[in-house]
């Protein structure tokens, strides 16, 4: 198959366990990324970026109210977060707006010497991974 989009992420889809938090949370990382508000509906949002769209959910069929990065499942999401100066400024709004910084004695060389980011954790204990690319 030619088509570029063949394998790509089309979306991602969070269950939250406070859906007015996770759209503050997510709402503003995600606004600051370039992503903008695609759907809104009681129990969820999502906001999209190009042809991917990432969802926040407060799913009746949750079986639990807490999210771990380092149980079984989802340790993280990894996005482009411009230039270092870019990446900067994401980590240091970050305490702001409902994330926190993960590893700061390691900043921002916290996975490896060439690699350039920051990792933030939200209240609801996801994991975002900021990476410099520019």
Known sequence: MTDESFG?????????PDLA?????????????GY??????PRGRS??????YIVVEESPDLDG???????????????R??????????AA???????TELFPEKYPHAGGPGHYAAYLVNSDGFEVELVATG
Request: proline share 5%.
């Open 47 to 52: 906001w999209r970026r190009g042809a991917t």
């Open 81 to 90: 977060g411009g230039t270092p100066e870019q990446v900067d400024a994401l």
């Open 8 to 16: 790509a992420l089309h979306h991602v889809e969070l269950w939250v």
């Open 93 to 99: 709004d970050g305490p702001g707006n409902g994330w």
């Open 65 to 79: 109210r807490n999210h771990h990065r380092t149980a079984p499942g989802l340790n993280h999401l990894a996005f």
């Open 21 to 33: 938090r996770a759209r503050d949370e997510w709402g503003w990382l995600l606004t600051r990324l």
């Open 36 to 41: 903008g508000q695609f759907q809104d509906w």
